[in-house]
């Protein structure tokens, strides 16, 4: 629907603009002037001229007080009916979320009736526009096409109507949990949206085709002016052959260029503009054009930019700045996130490619929710990973580290849904056990619009994101579902439990980077995970000062209290090997992982 708007919007307005022009107005006080010395043709030109001009004003009184309102009344009705369908269908999307986000839907259903009035009010001021044309004693020649508008705006309101009802019955169906239901009555709803976008688009042919005719039987009585002009200059004075001369130069010109950029606009060339040379007619003419061909452009822009990006704060962010601004990259400080399953991807290929396209999709949805609701951008899809980061100027400067956490513990919390997904596609192969691995880090990053010229992507780059996702990695190895950089537990240490879990050295980086599990949130976190964290911490500063004996016990300890607290386990064995190899005087506790 919202392409249609677009390309209808290019032929209605070419032949309005032209017709907008009230150059029979010029010509006659010009005329005029030139009678005021010729009064031997004084009253044929002035009762000719003053017959032709008022037809041409009758022409502009329907186009700029009619149809053109009535034009753009209708466009605004196909812009917000698309909006109102648009969060009819994230409402469907979000009741198929279990839980559903109860606040998510008030927001878009409050959206969905916002839309809906919006439209009910412009159809009502659209058909009173065109009872006022009715209505006018002066406009006599196009009545017959206003009495054939009338009806057409009368079934697009009944059609949206029943669209409304319908939308309405099939919410009740939702929120009552009768999903099966809904989807049936969707079936319906679907055909009413297409009569819907059908009765939109013949009623804006039907203006097209209106504007079109008044703009020619306007630019007829023009050329008849015209040759008047012309006549009545062959007869008069060289004063007159001068006059209509300049008349003709000045009038003619500026036509023939609207002509032939009208043109340029039909062939799809929409850097078209007019150079406006006068402050008279012409020139506010020229500036119309002008300023509606920059807002067809910035229709054309959003299409372009719905097509490369997907979080819609991407596209706002782009569409209010300036070009330079758009494809600059700026430095910020940022959270990137990498999330991941073992045992996906292995799962996914043993299926059938339809059921794996659905399996996949299913699951990163799953899985890139939490991510959404909690502000991130989904920056990219991995096979079966999910890229996400947080920073300005989506999330607060001091916040987006916490943000990230949410994220990770909604997602831990989300398991059982992802495990009851591969259940349902598993039919008779074995189902494996699900390890969630997720990688947080916190730091200087560039982000910006980076791509080829026909192909962008707003994303981010820089050493913190290789880091996330090689904690995404260490996370298996250490056998914890969540890691994140001393960076990230600094910005979360007041809101979020952390246990520091090790100082490593990965692949590619000289600094060591101290590495932190997240518990969970303070103040819910159970105490004996608690008693696990502190006892654990003990151990590992005894184990950084070569203390082996005393980090052990420390180490049994946590055992003893959580067996199976795999980063526990991970130490002993440590401890063992250091006992037979002793690191120097100099050993700060780093650990060199061999694995990105």
């Known amino acids: ?9 290019r ?16 010509i006659g006080f010009k005329i005029f002037g030139i009678a005021t010395s010729l009064l031997a043709l004084l009253i044929f030109v002035v009762a000719t001229s003053a017959n032709r001009l008022r037809r041409v004003n009758e022409e502009i009184t329907a186009l700029a007080d009619y149809a053109l309102p009535i034009t753009d009344l209708v466009a605004e009705v196909d812009v917000h009916a698309l909006e109102q369908e648009l969060h009819f269908e994230r409402i469907q999307y979000l009741y198929e979320i279990e839980p559903p986000p109860l606040t998510q839907i008030r ?9 809906g009035e919006a439209v009910d009010q412009e159809l009502r001021d659209a058909i009173e526009l065109t009872q006022l044309a009715l209505a006018q004693p002066q406009i006599t020649t196009h009545r017959d096409e206003w009495a054939k508008v009338a009806p057409m705006l009368t079934e697009i309101e009944a059609e949206h109507q029943r669209f409304q009802s319908h939308a309405v019955t099939i919410l009740e169906h939702l929120e009552a949990g009768d999903l099966e239901t809904a989807r049936q009555l969707g079936d319906q709803l679907i055909e009413e949206e297409e009569n819907f976008n059908q009765a939109i688009n013949e009623i804006f042919l039907e203006l097209e085709a209106f504007t079109v005719r008044a703009a020619q039987s306007g630019q007829r ?34 036509v023939r260029n609207l002509t032939r950029s009208l043109q340029a ?43 490369k990006y997907v979080d819609p704060r991407i596209v706002r962010s782009l569409m209010t700045a300036s ?30 490619p339809d059921d794996l396209v659905q399996f996949i999709n299913t699951y990163l949805s799953l899985l890139a929710a939490p991510v959404s609701t909690h502000d991130g951008v989904i920056d990219k899809f991995i096979g079966t990973m999910v890229m996400g980061f947080w920073g300005p100027p989506f999330s607060q400067d001091r916040n987006h580290a916490v943000l990230a956490c949410e994220a990770a513990i909604a997602q831990r919390n989300c398991l059982d849904s992802l495990q009851q997904l591969m259940a349902k596609f598993a039919g008779d192969r074995p189902i494996p056990d699900l390890h969630l691995t997720i990688g947080i880090a916190t730091g200087a990053l560039v982000v910006g619009n980076m791509g080829s010229d026909s192909a962008k992507s707003y994303t981010v780059m820089g050493d913190t994101v290789n880091t996330a996702s090689r904690l995404k990695g260490s996370s298996k190895q250490y ?61 590992l500063t005894a184990y950084r000062n070569q203390q082996w004996n005393i980090a052990q016990s420390h180490f049994e300890a946590c055992l003893a209290l959580l067996p199976s607290d795999r980063p526990t386990a991970l130490f002993l064995q440590r401890l063992e090997l250091l006992r037979q190899n002793p690191p120097g005087e100099d050993w700060q506790g780093i650990w060199q992982l061999t694995e990105k």
């Open 479 to 539: 056998g914890v579902p969540i890691l994140m950089t001393g960076a990230t537990q600094t910005q979360v240490a007041e809101v979020m439990e952390t246990r520091e879990i090790d100082l490593i050295q990965v692949l590619g980086k000289e600094e060591p980077i101290r590495i932190y599990e997240l518990l969970g949130h303070k103040g819910t976190t159970a105490n004996p995970v608690l008693t696990v964290r502190d006892t654990f911490e003990q151990g």
């Open 1 to 9: 629907m919202a392409q249609s708007s677009i390309e209808t919007h």
């Open 323 to 352: 070009t330079e601004t758009a494809i600059a990259g700026e430095r910020q400080v940022m959270t990137v996130f990498f999330a991941d399953l073992a045992g996906v991807s292995a799962f996914a290929e043993s299926l059938p």
């Open 221 to 254: 009585h023009q050329q008849t002016v015209q040759t008047l002009s012309i006549v009545t200059a062959a007869i008069a004075t060289g004063f007159g052959l001068c006059y209509a001369f300049l008349i003709t130069v000045g009038l003619v010109r500026p």
């Open 265 to 307: 606009v039909r062939d799809g060339n929409l850097d078209t503009q007019l150079e406006v040379t006068s402050r008279d007619e012409v020139g506010t003419l020229a500036r119309a054009f002008n300023g509606m061909m920059q807002e067809i452009r910035l229709k054309a822009r959003l299409e372009d930019t719905f097509g």
């Open 11 to 26: 032929p209605q307005t070419a032949p309005s603009a032209l017709a907008r022009s009230p150059q029979g107005l010029s």
């Open 107 to 115: 927001s878009e259903k409050q959206k969905f009736e916002n839309r």
